[in-house]
Antibody, heavy 123, light 111 residues
């Protein structure tokens, strides 16, 4: 079954880290990229970063450089997004999305989304 | 402030057509044909409606169409139906520094 299953909601204190997982199924994991997109309450979508499970290459938005790490485990078809030094404005729903871009001149769009993981940062 | 500019709201009556604009720059919308549109119902994950400016994925009704002129992309929904009421986001590739940018979203209301 074609789907992306994300881990459950998290509550973290300011300064802590969070690691969200995303297990892909129903397609060949290494044939697509995987992006992470977040959405603060009542706000729009924000692209965070991308990984190619094929070769492990990553790209991150400049805004989160140094705080975010995206990894992929090809043995379990699972991607992970770790965000460190959390602050209240990191409170958001975090989505993983299958990215058509994997290598070279692949197009850029997200054609399969997880249901989202709510991360709440509060003291 | 989002990188791409969308109107915050749009509306139309059932059966009518509505067009949502998405304005960027020559570094994103105008410089690449990697504009995509997503539909999001409340409490749900986004859904791809249009990729690569005007390509409609399998399963998306042909009432949805996309286009681009210069630095502005557009999503047109024809024959509006009640289930089209949702938030719509545009997105574009923005080169090797900014990668992917989104618009602020447009709330489409079916009157």
């Amino acid at each position: 079954q074609l789907q992306m299953v994300q881990s459950g909601a998290e509550v973290k204190k300011p300064g802590a880290s969070v690691k969200v997982s995303c297990k892909a199924s129903g397609y060949i994991f290494t044939h697509y990229g995987l992006s992470w997109v977040r959405q603060a309450p009542g706000k729009g979508l924000e692209w965070m970063g991308w990984i190619s499970p094929y070769n492990g290459k990553t790209d991150y938005t400049q805004k989160l450089q140094g705080r975010i790490t995206v990894t992929a485990d090809r043995s379990t078809n699972t991607a992970y997004m770790e965000l460190r030094s959390l602050a209240s404005d990191d409170t958001a729903v975090y989505y993983c999305a299958r990215d058509r871009y994997s290598t070279g001149n692949d197009p850029r769009y997200f054609d399969l989304w997880g249901r989202g993981t709510l991360v709440t940062v509060s003291s | 402030q989002s990188a791409l500019t969308q109107p915050p709201s749009a509306s139309g009556s059932p059966g009518q057509s509505v067009t949502i604009s998405c304005t960027g720059t020559s570094s994103d919308v105008g410089g690449h044909n990697y504009v995509s549109w997503y539909q999001q119902h409340p409490g749900k994950a986004p859904k791809l409606m249009i990729s690569e400016v005007n390509k409609r994925p399998s399963g998306v009704p042909d009432r949805f169409s996309g286009s681009k002129s210069g630095n502005t992309a557009s999503l047109t929904v024809s024959g509006l139906q009640a289930e089209d009421e949702a938030d719509y986001y545009c997105s574009s590739y923005a080169g090797s520094e900014n990668y992917i940018v989104f618009g602020g979203g447009t709330k489409l209301t079916v009157l």
